[in-house]
């Protein structure tokens, strides 16, 4: 089994698109669409497996301190695989590499991050307030059951 996480192009956008669909349209993940994703692709992280694109995440730095851990996705048919895990950890070791202080998370997945390192803090307590124009365009405001979970670099 051949694994690679590599740094997308624009062609990779639709697979893209069409892997975190399920995600999107329950609303676990925000939709981005193809021109906010082409304007932050070198935001992002893809792993494939065998060749086939397996998952992606994106690392979007929101201030000189602060970034966030957005849209992690992992096909079901590559779960179990610590392929997530591993998408987390690029994104740590890029925030080391451009020198931020924190790493954001806004996720349903509690027990993942803290395997990872992350720690939860209220959402109140989330620094850099420009995080929550995203949210006004989720399926699910303002009733967010998502937990903020920081990792300290």
Known sequence: MEIKFFKPTVSHIKDMQTLVKPEVDSGKILLR???????????????SVDGKMAGFTALHIHSSRLAEVRSLIIS????????GKKLVEACIEEGRKYELSQILS????Q????????????????PEHKIWADCIRCKLFPICEEIAMVYDL
Request: aromatic residues 14%; charged residues 35%.
């Open 111 to 126: 027990g993942f991050f803290e395997s990872i390192g992350f720690r939860k803090i209220e959402k109140e307590d989330i």
């Open 76 to 83: 079901k048919e590559f779960r179990g695989l610590k392929l």
């Open 33 to 47: 669409t193809e021109d906010e994703m082409a304007n932050t692709i070198r935001s992002y992280i893809v792993v």
């Open 106 to 109: 806004l996720t349903y997945e």
